[in-house]
């Protein structure tokens, strides 16, 4: 069996890596880490960044053989302020996958609280009277009415990383 190190206990994020990667070629270490970027990632690049990072950190805590990593933040554009998601798959050998993921505006009155410097998951939690959203549905489940939700966002993420590092094992090294 090989070792998948998921760098986050966010149960809305590891349901998503486990929904991808076969059970019975891994196991799955669920790990708290830095993402040595800011708790509320502003732009793509830090967002992508602390997606890197987390997956980095947990590969080297756990030892593992592929580590995971999966981060939600923002991006200012000229029409308000965009959920944005990223994600990033390392392994032992070096290599670095990563991948974007879907992306919608914020209510600009979310917006506000956010760009006045709270966090997102909290500005959620307030906006809708629930408690711990990012956990659960998420901001783009909450704003897609039940569409789309947090681990459904992230599935598609895990699926962008797996097929690429499969296809990177397939034919050898490759450019990222
Ligand atoms: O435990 P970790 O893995 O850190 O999970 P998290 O929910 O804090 O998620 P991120 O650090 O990836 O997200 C950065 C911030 O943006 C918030 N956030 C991002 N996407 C969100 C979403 O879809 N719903 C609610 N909050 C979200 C999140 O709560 C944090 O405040
Ligand atoms: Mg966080």
Redesign the pocket.
Known sequence: MKKIAIG???PA?VAAVKAVFSHECYVFMPISVS?DVA???FSDEETRLGAINRAKNALAKEQADIGIG????VTETKDGLW?C?WGALVDRNGAVISAGGARIPLPSEVAAEVMSGR????V?DEYTGKRN???KE???GIFTNGYVD?TDMFIHITKLLAGQYEFFCQNGQFTL
């Open positions: 986050t206990t966010n994020k993402s708790s509320q990632p999966l981060e939600g933040g959920l998601n966090e997102l998951g909290d959620m959203i990012r956990q998420g901001a783009i947090r």
